[in-house]
């Protein structure tokens, strides 16, 4: 079932966890790129840019591995750094609230991202099993 869903798309860009991947990458971006925090939130920042360009960037990376068990290992790995984007944020909220405004954009496209490689890799685990 995974299978097929995958191959109706020419490549990841189809795939609509990797395009919310995208945009909260690209929001965050954007918005500190005009920010000059000092050097303390900073360090804060970097992590959570960090992270939630690895949610993305582990996606594209597994779907170029598709058919296989890596796949899965990959989607993993994205979840586990989109987990840590909430953490990121988390701290954020109470270190910046001049940034409320951006994580409050940010955080329920994070949540949907979640469920999303949740269900993304448990069918790829059904999959495995049963084929």
Excluded: H
Excluded at 5 to 26: C, M, P, S
Excluded at 28 to 49: A, G, H, M, N, S
Excluded at 75 to 80: N, P, S
């Amino acid at each position: 079932m995974l299978q097929s869903a995958l191959r109706k798309y020419k490549d990841y860009k189809g795939l609509i966890v990797y395009q919310r991947a995208q945009q909260n990458t690209t929001k965050l971006l954007v918005y500190y790129k005009t920010q000059k925090p000092i050097w303390c939130e900073r360090f804060l920042i970097e992590q959570l840019l960090r992270a939630v360009s690895s949610v993305g960037a582990n996606i594209v990376e597994g779907y170029g591995r598709n058919g296989s068990p890596e796949f899965r290992r990959f989607l993993t790995i994205a979840k586990g750094s989109a987990l840590e984007v909430e953490y990121w944020i988390n701290i954020l909220f109470t270190i910046r609230p001049q940034d409320q405004k951006i994580l409050n954009e940010i955080s329920p496209l994070n949540t949907e991202i979640i469920k999303m490689l949740t269900v993304m890799i448990y069918k790829r685990k059904a999959n495995l099993i049963t084929g």
